[in-house]
C-alpha cells in the first residue's frame, strides 16, 4: 500500500499524473538479471488479491493468481504478435479510478497492462545546404533540388525519434539541413491505426505513395495525429527540412482502441 511502501521506485508518473495507489497497477520493472526474453511486474494498489483474465498467446506469466505487492515474471519467447497485453481482475479495498469513480470493497475492478511494439525498418538520408542561396520551401532551390547530390550522412534504424539540439549525423550541419526517411512495416491486425508526426521544422509524410500530410513551413515542435486503415504490409515516406534552432523529427504507429 502507499503507507507501506518506500524509496525512488514508487515515485511513479504513468500517464495520467503521479500515481497515488488507489488503484490496481501492473507496473513494468527494470532488472538487469533478467535475460531478454524475460519481463517483470509488480501489482501495486490497495490491499487485495487479483487474477489473469486473459493475456496474449505466447505469454507465459510466473503466476495467474495473488496479492497485491506481487512480483510477476513473463516469459515473452513465444510472443509473436504486435500487441502485448495482460488482462487482470482485483477484488480487495474500495477503490478511486483516475477520473475520481470510486469501485466500492469487494468489487471487480479490472486492471493491467497493454504495449503495441511495431518496429519500423528505416533508411535514413541526410543533405546539408546552403541557407544563402538555397531554401527547401521554394520551387526553384527546393528540397528535390537540393536531394539531386549524394547524401552527405546515412543512417539506418527500427525507430525515427530524433530529437536534435545539434547535428544529426556525422558530417551534417546543427542547422539547414534536410532530412529523407523511408520506412516499411508490416500490420499483423487489420484495422484503424493512428500516425503520430513530430516535426520542426517542415514535414511531408506518404503512405504507400499517398500524401497523408503536409505542413512544409518553418515552426517549432508540433505534433500532428493521422487516422488511418493499415493492414499487411506498408511504406512512409518522411519528408522534412531544418531551418534553425531546436529540430526534431519522430513517427510513432499505435492501434486505435
Not at 496474449?56 to 506481487?70: E, F, V
Amino acid at each position: 500500500t502507499a503507507n507501506q511502501l518506500r524509496g525512488r521506485r514508487y515515485i511513479i508518473v504513468d500517464e495520467w499524473g503521479p500515481y497515488d495507489f488507489q488503484r490496481p497497477v501492473l507496473w513494468p520493472r527494470l532488472n538487469p538479471k533478467l535475460s531478454a526474453n524475460e519481463r517483470e511486474f509488480e501489482i501495486l494498489g490497495p490491499s487485495g488479491q487479483w487474477r489473469l483474465l486473459r493475456a496474449a498467446p505466447g505469454l507465459k506469466l510466473s503466476q495467474t493468481k495473488g496479492n497485491t505487492g506481487d512480483l510477476i515474471r513473463v516469459n515473452t519467447a513465444g510472443f509473436r504478435d504486435q500487441e502485448l497485453f495482460i488482462d487482470l481482475e482485483y477484488r480487495g479495498a474500495a477503490t478511486t479510478d483516475v477520473r475520481g469513480q470510486v469501485t466500492p470493497a469487494g468489487r471487480p475492478v479490472a486492471f493491467g497492462f497493454r504495449r503495441f511494439d511495431l518496429p519500423i525498418d528505416w533508411r535514413v538520408s541526410f543533405w546539408n545546404f546552403d541557407a544563402a542561396k538555397d531554401d527547401p520551401r521554394q520551387a526553384d532551390s527546393g528540397y528535390a533540388a537540393i536531394r539531386q547530390k549524394r547524401p552527405d550522412a546515412t543512417w539506418q534504424g527500427r525507430e525515427l525519434a530524433f530529437n536534435w539540439y545539434g547535428s544529426p549525423a556525422h558530417g551534417i550541419n546543427a542547422d539547414y539541413f534536410t532530412t529523407l526517411a523511408e520506412g516499411t512495416f508490416r500490420i499483423s491486425r487489420p484495422g484503424t491505426y493512428e500516425l503520430e508526426i513530430t516535426s520542426d521544422d517542415g514535414v511531408r509524410v506518404h503512405l504507400d505513395g499517398k500524401k497523408i500530410l503536409e505542413d512544409w513551413t518553418y515552426h517549432g515542435p508540433k505534433t500532428d495525429i493521422v487516422r488511418v486503415r493499415l493492414g499487411g504490409q506498408h511504406r512512409l515516406k518522411v519528408e522534412h527540412f531544418e531551418l534553425n534552432g531546436f529540430s526534431t523529427l519522430q513517427v510513432r504507429i499505435r492501434p486505435v482502441r
